[in-house]
DNA sequence: CTACTTACTTTGCGATGTAAAGTGTCTGAA
DNA sequence: TTCAGACACTTTACATCGCAAAGTAAGTAG
């Protein structure tokens, strides 16, 4: 049986500070957002969040369209079926860590009262 | 203001498969665990667990401490005091994500009915 | 004395995230 | 009409990171 705290449900592509925030933000805007929203709501620089999107989209997670409004260049991002899926299955394993985490004992171990014989590395 | 998807309480040294993995295995049994115990719980790899530990100590958020058991040498350890404090930020931090994604909203969009002017990246 | 096990540590390297620089288009001033 | 600057990204370069594989050291069995 795998380790008790191996949590292999944590998608290596979702566990990411930043896409971790884009597919929560992307989530909740089902509709979509467009790029500069995405930075904004994100506090991405235009180059971290244009790799990350990449990452994405190159992984289904993503969908991405582009057009020109007033003569501008716009991306608009939005999460893909699948997405939502690995989304959602990602947030159930947070979901047991917190779980797991709750049942942290609360009695502290203050730094001492080691059994003897033990010395700090 | 930060961006309200940027969770900069993320921990960059908690945040992470294998060490959130132990810190919280290790959150649970404050009297310390053995290095093959954290192994097994974790399921890591020799090299694996000996660098995250060296991370987490070189951090303070463990505390590592040896001797020899029936003439082998033991690695025990446990989470610091400090390492139980930015723990439990990080996790109230991780139930913020969570709050957010359960806002997210049911209607799909089905990968399709975007308005027109939209094409595929 | 040799091979094997235990308990780790160190090394090497490919993958990753990020800041900085670059690209292309448009707009307004000189 | 030319040049500077804004806008909307994309690409590049690099330093860091995680991980598997190899290495170390001490004890044990044959």
């Given at each position: ?68 409004e007033q ?51």
């Amino acid at each position: 049986m795998n380790g008790r705290y191996s949590y292999d449900g944590l998608d290596r592509i979702l566990h990411e500070k930043a896409r971790l925030g884009l597919l929560t933000c992307l989530a909740s805007h089902p509709e979509g957002l467009l790029f500069n929203d995405l930075k904004e709501l994100c506090n991405l620089t235009d180059g971290n969040l244009s790799r990350h999107l990449q990452v994405l989209q190159q992984n289904q997670i993503v969908e991405i369209f582009k057009s020109f409004e007033q003569k501008r260049p716009q991306t608009l991002c939005r999460i893909s079926v699948e997405g939502r899926e690995r989304f959602l299955a990602y947030i159930g394993e947070l979901q047991k860590v917190l779980l797991d985490a709750e049942t942290t004992s609360q009695r502290q171990n203050s730094s001492q009262a080691l059994p003897p014989g033990w010395v700090p590395a």
